[in-house]
């Protein structure tokens, strides 16, 4: 039997021990300074559709592969970004068909952290599955972690399993746990700039390509609004295609704005 000296040293004890993890809590939330510049790729949970999206529907995401953040912290993959649905728009008169939305949370732990963030590029679920598919076939005793694949935007190719990313003979990046890492970059005639307000660190890519910049997989749809001017943060889709739909597991590179 605990006598009363050691039960009430272990209630201090544990006082102690919860009081220390609420603050280191607060301490890490504090700490998580998401930089202008910083990429987040993420992955729709909701899909974005004419027929379906209305004004104020709730978006959710989740991002695909750790962020680094230049304090040294980072994001864990999983955290929820979170939007809303801002406007659609049916084509009349033989115009396009519109939807206007925005993220502007991200959810860590019970707290949510306000953002505004562009969009530099989109991608539909065809096209993220072909991007996790073996360049030269699979030969079943490969594990995927030792895939050789080709990212989305580009011929920038993946060495897994210990390679470099890689553009023909230059080296960009590297693979890492759930995606890669590599400075963004611009490509020619393209409206996506490379590194902005000195962030110039690798970036959490995912799937994409360090120049990837527009749409991909959707014929038609493109990105009329970005939300890099004003009004900032908020992003519109068109298409010529009366039946707009972004199905869910659809993937995206936001870039994070000054707020």
Same mark, same amino acid.
């Given at each position: 039997?605990q006598?009363?000296?050691s039960?009430?040293?272990?209630?201090?004890? @544990? %006082? $102690?021990?919860?009081a220390?993890s +609420? #603050?280191?809590?607060?301490?890490?939330?504090? *700490?998580?300074?998401?930089?202008? !510049?910083t990429?987040?790729?993420?992955s729709?949970?909701?899909?974005?559709?004419?027929?379906?999206?209305?004004?104020?529907?709730?978006?959710?995401?989740?991002?695909?592969?750790?962020?680094p953040?230049?304090n040294?912290?980072?994001?864990?993959?999983g955290?929820?970004?979170?939007g809303?649905?801002?406007?659609?728009?049916?084509?009349?008169?033989?115009g396009?068909?519109?939807?206007?939305?925005q993220?502007?949370?991200?959810?860590?732990?019970?707290?949510?952290?306000? @953002? %505004? $963030?562009?969009?530099r590029?989109? +991608? #539909?679920?065809?096209?993220?599955d072909?991007? *996790?598919?073996?360049?030269?076939? !699979?030969?079943?005793?490969?594990?995927?972690?030792?895939?050789?694949?080709?990212?989305?935007g580009?011929?920038?190719?993946?060495?897994?399993?210990g390679?470099?990313?890689a553009?023909?003979?230059?080296?960009?990046?590297?693979?890492?746990?759930?995606?890669?890492l590599?400075?963004?970059?611009?490509?020619?005639?393209?409206?996506?700039?490379?590194?902005?307000?000195?962030?110039?660190?690798?970036?959490?890519?995912?799937?994409?390509?360090?120049?990837?910049?527009?749409?991909?997989?959707?014929?038609g749809l493109?990105?009329?609004?970005?939300g890099?001017?004003?009004?900032r943060?908020?992003i519109?889709?068109?298409?010529t295609?009366?039946?707009?739909?972004?199905?869910?597991?659809?993937?995206?590179?936001?870039?994070?704005?000054?707020?």
């Amino acid at each position: 039997m605990q006598s009363k000296t050691s039960t009430k040293l272990l209630g201090l004890l @544990l %006082t $102690t021990v919860g009081a220390f993890s +609420a #603050s280191g809590a607060t301490t890490l939330l504090q *700490q998580t300074d998401v930089t202008p !510049g910083t990429i987040l790729p993420i992955s729709l949970n909701d899909s974005l559709s004419l027929r379906k999206s209305k004004p104020g529907d709730v978006i959710s995401s989740r991002i695909m592969q750790d962020v680094p953040l230049q304090n040294g912290s980072s994001i864990p993959r999983g955290t929820r970004v979170m939007g809303r649905v801002l406007n659609v728009t049916p084509a009349t008169n033989g115009g396009t068909t519109q939807i206007s939305f925005q993220f502007d949370s991200m959810q860590l732990g019970h707290s949510a952290i306000p @953002l %505004t $963030t562009n969009l530099r590029a989109l +991608a #539909s679920p065809s096209e993220i599955d072909d991007a *996790q598919l073996p360049l030269y076939g !699979g030969d079943g005793g490969t594990p995927s972690t030792a895939y050789t694949t080709v990212q989305i935007g580009d011929d920038e190719v993946v060495y897994r399993g210990g390679g470099p990313v890689a553009r023909g003979d230059i080296v960009v990046g590297k693979p890492v746990y759930g995606g890669v890492l590599v400075a963004v970059s611009s490509a020619p005639d393209a409206p996506c700039r490379g590194a902005i307000e000195g962030n110039n660190q690798p970036q959490a890519l995912w799937l994409f390509s360090s120049d990837a910049c527009g749409v991909y997989g959707y014929a038609g749809l493109s990105i009329r609004h970005a939300g890099r001017t004003n009004p900032r943060g908020q992003i519109v889709l068109s298409t010529t295609d009366r039946q707009l739909n972004v199905r869910g597991s659809s993937g995206m590179l936001l870039r994070v704005d000054r707020q």
